[in-house]
């Protein structure tokens, strides 16, 4: 067994070899062509390796490549949890022992703590489970189970808007909401990652989503939609969207309604608005939340989304 340091020269043959990995995510997608996708994913590599402070690596054994990762250094999750954090893509042959496995990752350890890094977040989807035992048995902690979504909408058709004669009213949210964005955000994003892990105090795992939302008031959304009522925000959804070539896709990326104003229908306004003002710039539409937020997965299937993908988030702390 061999591991290597994956060369720009080699980012071809592996995007060819783990082709279906790749695109497996976006194989229910009907707007955006698959090989876009596939190309994304060689020009990230090729960046990522030209940057000099994230890495990828190649197990190959009698030449044949069975394994890939792709250790990325994450400039947010890294200021913001004032800890050096990599984000670890693998992909692997479905051959692959579990032996050789487990001496790649610990290679992988060695190197993620050569280039000074405290811990290691990474995304498996569940149908590697075997790879997720692995890892767990390689004290990797698992912090959650994220399940994305994804609609399609047919090109012309009208988003049903429900959002008239209603005395809250959905609006374009602005700076001076800022504070009342802030105080829906505290506590209200408990499942996810940044809460699980016992390494990170439950401050500032707060902190991520205020930040979060703050950056998204400050261009990281490319729009919000707030419900008022009376001068009070009750809610609000934050959407972002992204080129790919020629086509773009939307993605739903926060969503939360005040505590005391959930079950009223609020989230649904919300997201019916979204998709109004998504559909006029694509057809496909992204979004994602953790297996136990039953509340959030029977709101967007309730909106038409449908599950594309099932993976679990799992974090291994280097240094501790
Ligand atoms: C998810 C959330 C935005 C839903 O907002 P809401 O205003 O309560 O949702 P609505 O009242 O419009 O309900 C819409 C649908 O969501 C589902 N839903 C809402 N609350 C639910 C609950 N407590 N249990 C089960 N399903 C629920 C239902 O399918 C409901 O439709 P129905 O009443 O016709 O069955 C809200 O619960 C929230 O802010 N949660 C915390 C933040 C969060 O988890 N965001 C998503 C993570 S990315």
Redesign the pocket.
């Known amino acids: 067994m061999e591991v290597e340091v994956l060369r720009r020269e080699d980012v071809h043959k592996v995007t060819k070899a783990f082709q279906r990995d790749i695109i497996s995510k976006y194989r229910y997608d009907k707007y955006i062509p698959k090989e876009y996708f596939v190309r994304l994913f060689s020009e990230k590599i090729r960046s990522i390796l030209s940057t000099g402070k994230s890495i990828a690596l190649k197990l190959l054994k009698n030449t044949n490549l069975l394994a890939i990762a792709i250790l990325e250094w994450s400039q947010w999750d890294s200021k913001i949890l004032n800890s050096n954090v990599a984000k670890l893509q693998l992909l692997v042959d479905s051959y692959l022992a579990k032996y050789d496995f487990t001496r790649f990752l610990k290679h992988i350890h060695n190197i993620a703590i050569d280039f000074g890094f405290d811990v290691i977040f990474s995304r498996v989807a569940l149908s590697n489970i075997k790879i997720i035992q692995w890892m767990l048995e390689e004290n990797y902690f698992l912090a959650d189970i994220l399940i994305t979504l994804n609609k399609f909408i047919q090109k012309n058709t009208e988003v049903k808007d429900c959002t008239e004669n209603k005395e809250i009213c959905i609006d374009n949210a602005s700076l001076k909401d800022e504070p009342h964005l802030i105080e829906i955000t505290r506590g209200?994003?408990v499942?996810s990652h940044y809460y699980t892990d016992p390494h990170i105090s439950f401050e500032l795992a707060e902190k991520v989503y205020e930040e979060w939302i703050r950056n998204s008031l400050r261009g990281y959304a490319d729009f919000i939609i707030v419900a008022r009522h009376k001068g009070t925000v009750l809610?609000y959804v934050t959407c972002k969207l992204k080129k790919i070539y020629d086509k773009t896709l939307g993605i739903i990326d926060?969503?939360?309604?005040r505590k005391d104003?959930?079950?009223?229908?609020?989230?649904?306004?919300l997201i019916d608005a979204a998709l109004v003002r998504l559909a006029n710039k694509t057809q496909t539409i992204y979004?994602?939340?953790q297996a136990q937020?039953?509340?959030?997965l029977?709101?967007y299937?309730?909106k038409g989304f449908r599950i594309i993908s099932s993976e679990a988030t799992l974090h291994k702390w280097l240094s501790k």
């Open positions: 209200a994003y499942f809610g926060l969503i939360a309604v104003q959930r079950g009223k229908g609020i989230g649904s306004r979004v994602a939340t937020n039953i509340s959030a029977r709101l299937e309730k």
